[in-house]
């Protein structure tokens, strides 16, 4: 097993990126944080102002419906996603919001993610205030790792963050989806909703449930697979090479045969055509199985190591 892969990007000490593919649903009113509660896998109650966290909202079966971070947001609260099947998304956590004093709409502000190794010093040279979780004048300054900050704003703000960015490189979202890749940091767009249950995405690996905080939707389903071991699949990094407007979609091999593996939750492919995918598999599936694109077969794609632990 490589411990490391061999797709790299350098990437520039500030630089900045629009994320059009990314989108929040805000929730506000008195009841937002009882209503998200005995909806979503993470803790809401336990969730201060100057933090995130990952969480998914499941059906009752406990196949999720999206995948989202989670933070303090204008007086309520934000669940930030990709945008690919975020209508849905919204229909489905609302479904029931006829009982309580909580609203829940698609935010129509905009993205921004700011990068590198002075993002930090950036943040902090545009906020008054500490913590993973800031406001600004119309949103909030989110950390999400130790290179990358996402800024919630109304459109009008862009222009002054802009000029607030000179100095900085404005680079491809792509590379966004690069470091969530490498990191092993999951998504739910269209085409894998209502499939996974959150540990088939790793997401007990990522803090993104709680064990510990009373019933929501899908509970029983992701208790079981956590204490009675009954989920078999689990998320897996490979790394290959991939054409131009590849679907992602894989075969493995078995024996002289391939067989189909799925399509991936996530992946990046570079301007040399090397790539990495984050896909679902069998948890006892071995670590020299070789695989190849369903519409390539010049190239194999092999498994490399998450930089966290799933035995979980």
Not at 63 to 88: C, D, V
Request: aromatic share 8%; hydrophobic share 35%; proline share 2%.
């Amino acid at each position: 097993m490589s411990a490391t892969p061999s797709v790299s990007f350098n990437l520039p000490s500030l630089a900045w990126t629009s994320l059009s593919d990314w989108q929040a649903i805000t929730v506000t009113g008195a009841d937002s944080k009882s209503y998200l509660q005995g909806q979503v896998t993470c803790d809401v109650v336990q969730l201060d102002a100057e933090h995130s966290t990952l969480g998914a909202h499941c059906d009752a079966k406990g196949k999720m419906w999206s995948l989202f971070r989670l933070f303090h947001h204008n007086q309520g609260y934000a669940l930030w996603q990709h945008k690919s099947g975020i209508e849905t998304a919204l229909q489905e956590i609302k479904k029931y919001s006829v009982f309580s004093k909580v609203d829940l709409e698609l935010s129509s502000q905009v993205s921004v993610g700011v990068l590198g190794e002075q993002a930090d010093s950036f943040i902090d040279s545009i906020t008054d205030s500490q913590g993973d979780v800031r406001s600004v004048a119309s949103g909030s300054v989110v950390k999400i790792d130790s290179q990358r900050w996402l800024l919630l704003i109304d459109e009008a703000e862009l222009d002054n963050l802009k000029q607030q960015l000179q100095s900085a490189e404005e680079i491809s979202a792509d590379v966004w989806d690069y470091i969530d890749v490498i990191s092993g940091i999951p998504r739910i767009t269209q085409s894998q909703q209502n499939t996974h249950i959150p540990q088939t995405l790793n997401l007990q690996a990522l803090d993104g449930i709680s064990f510990e905080k009373g019933c929501y939707t899908g509970q029983e389903t992701v208790a079981r697979a956590k204490y009675r071991g009954t989920n078999k699949k689990v998320m897996r990094l490979l790394q290959g090479s991939a054409p131009e407007n590849a679907t992602f979609t894989f075969e493995r091999q078995v024996g002289e045969n391939w067989r189909g593996a799925g399509e991936a939750v996530a992946h990046y492919r570079n301007q040399q055509g090397e790539a990495l995918a984050l896909i679902v598999l069998n948890k006892d599936i071995e670590f020299d199985t070789q695989f190849r694109l369903a519409e390539d077969n010049s190239n194999t794609w092999s498994l490399i190591a998450l930089p966290y632990d799933i035995e979980q």
